[in-house]
């Protein structure tokens, strides 16, 4: 039977496209044409939905569309900054230099997710047995323990009742709670999407103590490295910030970047801009504009950018150790307090009963 691929549901992963785009720069760089190289690089790729979309594109191109507008054809796969990277290539004969400069800055975000991704997993299994072993506690511990109560006719510690309430409730409610989160989780990715969420989402991330600061690190070292290779390729700075903009996916960034952008079409300075945007440097740090006051003094865009990134992958590794430094600590506290409210409740009452007893 043949598999049905559903486009909405497809995605071409960034190790895909970065690997297409070098294997694309090194056979252009070995004279061979567009659509031949089109042709060769479907027996690289393995995911289907990919495959024929490369198809289209060299349908299109060996039809007299330059690779640029045939990319534009395809908007799924390939974004406005790829497409501006590209068309600037063709306008200046370096369509090969620029295909090898978008692989490897699409390499090092790919590198960079990586290593968020990675480090977050450990926090994220950390407390998910945390939850998993409060469950099993209040599931099947507690009420073990509470028959011993039941037959006793001794008032029980509010801890106790509490923690008795608190089983029962799980117990007998798991289904409600169970289309709680599910009705949560389906409003959060309904609204999410909306201006006035996003833009609250974002903030809210953004101002967090510690995955904030990873947060942060990670979105200016994106914006260096797309401002820079836009740019560095030959597309106009205002258009460069425009499609930077739009590629962070973050609604606070994009917000200051499209003012930003709005003044430098009025002919003032990138730097000037975004101090008067961010007054309070909470978007764009002072180092930062430090570092492109360079560019704007010397022109050396490439070696500022790559710098800028360097030096914001940095923050990003040291914010990712700190954040994990503290996880440990925060779980063994939240552990903590749970088994300090259970052995408080549970001997508490066994004493109280020992004692009538007695």
């Known amino acids: 039977m043949k598999n049905i691929n559903i486009?909405?549901?497809?995605?071409?992963?960034?190790?895909?496209k970065f690997n297409f785009y070098e294997y694309l720069s090194v056979m252009l760089d070995g004279w061979v044409t567009i659509s031949e190289t089109l042709d060769s690089v479907q027996t690289k790729i393995k995911k289907p939905f990919f495959k024929e979309k490369i198809r289209e594109l060299q349908t299109y191109v060996s039809s007299g569309d330059s690779f640029s507008k045939s990319m534009k054809k395809i908007p799924q796969i390939f974004t406005s900054g790829e497409v501006s990277i590209v068309e600037s290539g063709e306008t200046t004969g370096?369509?090969?230099?620029?295909?090898?400069?978008?692989?490897?800055?699409?390499?090092?975000?790919?590198?960079?997710?990586?290593?968020?991704?990675a480090a977050l997993?450990?926090?994220?299994?950390?407390?998910?047995?945390?939850?998993?072993?409060?469950?099993?506690?209040?599931?099947?511990?507690?009420?073990?323990?509470?028959?011993?109560?039941?037959?006793?006719?001794?008032e029980l510690p509010g801890a106790t009742k509490a923690l008795i309430a608190t089983s029962?409730?799980?117990?007998?409610?798991?289904?409600?709670?169970?289309?709680?989160?599910?009705?949560?989780?389906?409003?959060?990715?309904?609204?999410?999407?909306?201006?006035?969420?996003?833009?609250?989402?974002?903030?809210?991330?953004?101002?967090?103590?510690?995955?904030?600061?990873?947060y942060k690190n990670y979105i200016l070292a994106s914006l260096s490295t797309n401002l820079g290779s836009l740019v560095s390729s030959g597309v106009p700075v205002v258009k460069s910030l425009s499609l930077t903009a739009k590629s962070l996916d973050n609604l606070v960034y994009e917000t200051h970047l499209l003012e930003v952008m709005q003044k430098v079409s009025g002919w003032q300075k990138i730097v000037d801009s975004m101090q008067e945007v961010?007054?309070?440097?909470?978007?764009?740090?002072?180092?930062?504009?430090?570092?492109?006051?360079v560019w704007e003094k010397t022109a050396s865009l490439d070696k500022v950018t790559k710098k800028l990134t360097d030096q914001y992958t940095r923050e990003v590794n040291y914010s990712l150790w700190n954040l994990t430094k503290w996880i440990e600590p925060i779980a063994i506290l939240i552990a903590g307090v749970f088994v300090l409210w259970f052995a408080f409740a549970i001997f508490w009452a066994i004493l109280k009963v020992t004692q009538t007893v007695s």
């Open 7 to 16: 486009p909405v549901f497809q995605k071409v992963s960034l190790i895909e």
């Open 94 to 117: 370096k369509l090969s230099l620029s295909l090898a400069n978008l692989s490897e800055n699409l390499r090092k975000n790919h590198d960079l997710r990586s290593k968020i991704k």
């Open 121 to 154: 997993t450990y926090p994220a299994i950390i407390f998910l047995f945390l939850v998993l072993a409060i469950i099993i506690v209040l599931t099947y511990v507690i009420p073990a323990v509470s028959q011993l109560f039941e037959t006793s006719e001794v």
């Open 168 to 214: 029962n409730f799980v117990i007998y409610n798991w289904p409600l709670l169970l289309l709680f989160l599910a009705t949560a989780t389906l409003l959060f990715y309904g609204y999410k999407n909306t201006e006035k969420w996003r833009a609250n989402l974002d903030y809210f991330i953004l101002s967090l103590p510690l995955v904030g600061k990873v």
């Open 278 to 293: 961010d007054e309070d440097h909470n978007i764009f740090p002072l180092d930062f504009l430090q570092m492109l006051s």
